[in-house]
Nanobody, 121 residues
Framework: QVQVVESGGGLVQPGGSLRLSCAVS????????FDWYRQAPGQQRELVAM???????NYVASVQGRFTVSRDSAKNTTYLQMNSLKPEDTAVYYC???????????????WGQGTQVTVSP
């Protein structure tokens, strides 16, 4: 059973920093890309950052230069370092991972439960 667990959210003042983590476990053969999404109240879920299996990264324009996505393949974990946080970054942040389980011949997408990030004075 695959588990995707995010952590690291919380309340931070504008200009502050947080680091989110997303750990994957459970019968994994291979992991492809990790994606970080966020969803603010009343808004659609948006893709914020992604990191491929080879380490290539992409970011939405609104976080470029402030957020950094990374991965530790030995730990099956991805991180989202968020600096210079703004009130408009407030949202539930979700991790999505594409992976191949042991015994499978295809990749599937799995979601974490989300972690709340609130940026407020």
């Amino acid at each position: 059973q695959v588990q995707v667990v995010e952590s690291g959210g919380g309340l931070v003042q504008p200009g502050g920093s947080l680091r989110l983590s997303c750990a994957v476990s459970g019968g994994i053969f291979s992991i492809g890309a990790f994606d970080w999404y966020r969803q603010a109240p009343g808004q659609q879920r948006e893709l914020v950052a992604m990191i491929s299996a080879s380490g290539s990264t992409n970011y939405v324009a609104s976080v470029q230069g402030r957020f950094t996505v990374s991965r530790d393949s030995a730990k099956n974990t991805t991180y989202l370092q968020m600096n210079s946080l703004k009130p408009e970054d407030t949202a539930v942040y979700y991790c999505n991972v594409n992976l191949q389980q042991l015994g499978d011949t295809y990749f599937r997408s799995y979601w974490g439960q989300g972690t709340q990030v609130t940026v407020s004075p």
